[in-house]
């Protein structure tokens, strides 16, 4: 395999004009994360295929292989959902514009930037082009879901008589839309992707509870699936879900030191209950009001995922969740060297996929197999076979790990135990790794010069907080961070407000955010 | 058994009673098929717990065991496309509105009765109340989408470049808006759920046989897993879909003999090509305009469903699409005969699961058994064993399918096994009473006066037609029967046009439909 080595090498030399030459998706370069983080971030998303912005303004595509990720993001919650007893249901697209009044805090929160259906139909105008007919104007006016709160909590109301009802366990998988002035694909689009958890409790302790164990549920999936390290915590009152009496969130760090949101469980009180009128008849035989929560991730994950661990290269995913585990490349001059290599290639796909790897073999001979390395390197499969007719004689193979790029020689005899072994060690690799980053950049400040000094490099930054909204608010003012959380089970140390010099018991976490 | 079995018996018998006393959600009988097949339908899909009507006109609410049975037609369809070489993305819910008069004739069909976004931001008014901004009103209209090729291959234009791009297979499963005036759950709501394929091809024979190869899997899948048979064909040029050449069906026929439109597929030529400036370079190096397909199937199935194969006592689900296969429901007077029971159940839902078969295990003491085999044939559920002690001396329990209603006596040694076979058979018989019904209600007429005396009946009438679309106006306006297809590889024989007298070359399918 020397003599094709070599040549591979030189085409990786020479990738940025070989890439000109040949991939129109290549056509530019990607940023690094060191010049541009954003436009690499925008850059990666565009050219790994997985989305793009549309013709309408804010709204984005999914591409095949980015829905192809989100599909594993979905297959992975949806089982977790359905193993702590949940059920899925789907609720209407459009919300009365009513029933937004109904719960005083919601509509501040929701009722805002949305999208507004106000009529419903279309005709032809006097040259023959199109407008909106104006008799066909609706009533009431129609809101394009922001989240589904209202519409559930109306439709419950039917549903629940008696505590034998209760507790209602309920997941939609659905896309909402929020008119967002400035967008960012998968971060920050007007429609997007979500799944929304909307349960029902007979009492408070309950729904503390489900709003918990969701929280949990969201932990886990992160950390486990997604391989990003999450810290678990509560909103202050300011960031707290329009409507929510605690707003529980998990915080992960991007490779900016940026915090992102990853995902948010909602205890809701009696708050919906009341506005809806959703009563039930208790074991003692009282009308009472049901207690709600409510728990949402979107596709802001595929943008966590993208910036948590991706690189200069291309995307880094981790192996539960790509959609190719492992690709084959074969290294060949020949119709005949191609045949030879195949024969041991289907034995390899056929072990593979007995262990249940997913796994691709690239035979084309349109490309180059340096293209083809570079191609999936962008793509970010996890593990890369090369075989050539030098490994045939061998018995070996080439294998290389996308996250640390290291290569190595394996025999073809035990390799499916060993790309097992080897997928498993680069979700933790690629776990451990944001984990480390995380940890060498989260700090302490005690000053608010060294705390604005600190925020500049970006982190997570724990600081004394003296509680009040107004200091929040400043802050955030002052130096574009926010409080992420105030962690669970938060140790307790006196302490003096960063801002106000007023006395504190606990540090939180500031940071600024995507 | 014999004791609890009289007193099932006398439970049943009283049935009415009992349930306008115990279950809010029986408190009315459901009507019967033969008084008034309509309301029975809609009561039927109530009180299963399917759907119901939401407080947004013709908008539904799909409720989780509803919901669970789109879930398992998704998960099969899915398994199905992506075998045929599909994947699946996702685009914009929103359309601009200009781009509905791009394509002349799909314009006319789908921009007229829609929900149109005209602003995007609400605020308070004078008085508190919420109002739309009229500041904030859009430039250009959006539409909610009612179908997506035109967002689709406005896309397009930017993936496909050369014939290496091609064929592109995409699916999307969405959410969809038709402002219908009379809307029925499942059968026609103004949002419905679906999936659309819209696939790009280099040449028009492939693009046709792309068409025919979703036809196929749509016929399998209503054949195969909804257990309804169908008749494949082509449509007339009356009833085309906006903006195809083609458009191939499967339709199949309900318990009163109307036609149900069960999926499309069609072929579009170049029209969405052309309308969106989709050209590829072909092997030949020569700029051409790219081919195309779109097929679909809604959550109108559901409805197919339930009308196709139910009953005056509720549901008939085939097992393939069972969100419970088997039901278990012990026969017991007291805590010490439960416990006993349950150890022997516990084993049978071991084995039952080792067979990848669902079941359930009912042992709540708040609802007699009488009242749990009405619900459970209310739900469907295609096997019901019933187990108690005497049962237990004799090793033996009773099972029950719901398609017939038949009972026996099957030892518990072998049961998984038979309950397996039993799901088999109950599958196969569905389908084939079905089949019979179709059979025995498809007619042939050859004159005006027996067509409009057999479409009374209700059924298919194979009719000459002169293949005009005047014709098939008059005959429409006349007898309110469609053309519901052509059939495939239709016997070609001289006849006379039922209407017009003319001459034709072979019979149509005419019916009333949903």
Chains 1, 2 share one sequence.
Not at 181 to 187: E, K, N, P
Not at 219 to 231: G, R
Request: with cysteine.
């Amino acid at each position: 395999m020397e003599v094709n080595l070599i040549a591979i090498e030189l085409l990786l030399l020479f990738r940025t004009v070989y890439k000109h030459r040949t991939n129109p998706t290549m056509s530019k370069e990607l940023s690094t994360r060191a010049d541009n983080y954003s436009q690499w971030y925008q850059d990666l998303v565009v050219k790994a295929d997985l989305a793009e912005n549309s013709a309408v303004r804010g709204c984005m595509v999914i591409k095949p292989y980015g829905y192809a990720i989100w599909e594993k993001m979905q297959a992975t919650l949806d089982k977790m959902f359905k193993d702590t007893g949940h059920v899925n249901a789907y609720f209407p697209l459009f919300i009365p514009k009513s029933f937004f009044s109904k719960e005083a805090s919601h509509v501040e929160g929701f009722a805002k930037e949305c999208a507004v259906v106000t009529h419903y139909r279309l005709k032809n105008g006097e040259n023959g082009e199109i407008i909106v007919d104006p008799e066909a104007k609706l009533e009431e006016e129609l809101i394009v879901r922001p989240t589904s709160e209202t519409i559930i909590w109306n439709t419950y109301r039917g549903w629940i008589e008696s505590y034998r009802d209760l507790p209602l366990l309920i997941n939609q998988w659905a896309n909402v839309v929020r008119w967002e002035m400035r967008t960012r694909l998968f971060l920050r689009t007007a429609e997007f992707l979500w799944q929304e958890g909307h349960t029902a409790h007979a009492t408070a302790e309950e729904a503390v509870e489900e709003t918990r164990r969701m929280l949990d549920v969201y932990a886990e999936f992160a950390e486990k699936t997604l391989a990003i390290p999450v810290v678990k915590g509560t909103k202050t009152a300011n960031e707290r879900f329009a409507g929510a009496l605690d707003t529980y969130c998990i915080e992960a760090m991007m490779q900016d030191g940026k915090a992102l949101q990853a995902g948010t469980s909602h205890f809701l009180g009696q708050n919906f209950a009341k506005a809806f009128d959703v009563k039930f008849m208790s074991k003692e035989g009282k009308q009472e009001f049901v207690w709600a929560t409510s728990w949402g991730v979107s596709t802001r994950l595929m943008g966590a995922l993208v910036m948590a661990h991706s690189d200069d290269q291309g995307l880094v995913l981790p192996p539960k969740l790509a959609p190719i585990q492992v690709v084959i490349v074969p290294i060949f001059k020949n119709e005949e060297q191609l045949s030879g290599i195949t024969v041991v290639v289907d034995k390899i796909i056929a072990e593979l996929k007995s262990k249940g790897i997913t796994v691709k073999y690239d035979n084309r001979d349109t490309h180059k197999p340096g293209w083809k390395f570079a191609e999936y390197e962008l793509k970010g499969i996890p593990v890369r076979i090369a075989i050539g007719p030098r490994d045939l004689e061998n018995g070996t193979v080439e294998v290389a790990r996308r996250d640390t790029k290291e290569k190595s020689v394996m025999q073809i005899t035990d390799l499916a135990v060993k790309v097992e072994h080897l997928l498993d060690q680069i979700q933790t690799n690629i776990y451990s790794k944001a984990l480390d980053y995380r940890e060498t950049h989260t700090y302490k400040a005690d000053s608010y010069e060294e705390f604005k000094k600190l925020l500049d490099q970006g982190g997570f930054v724990l600081a004394h907080w003296d509680g009040t909204t107004e200091t929040e608010l400043k802050i955030k003012e002052e130096t574009k961070a926010t409080i992420r959380c105030i962690p669970l089970n938060n140790k307790q140390e006196e302490g003096k407000c960063i801002h106000s010099g007023k006395p504190s018991t606990q540090r939180v976490i500031f940071a600024r955010a995507y």
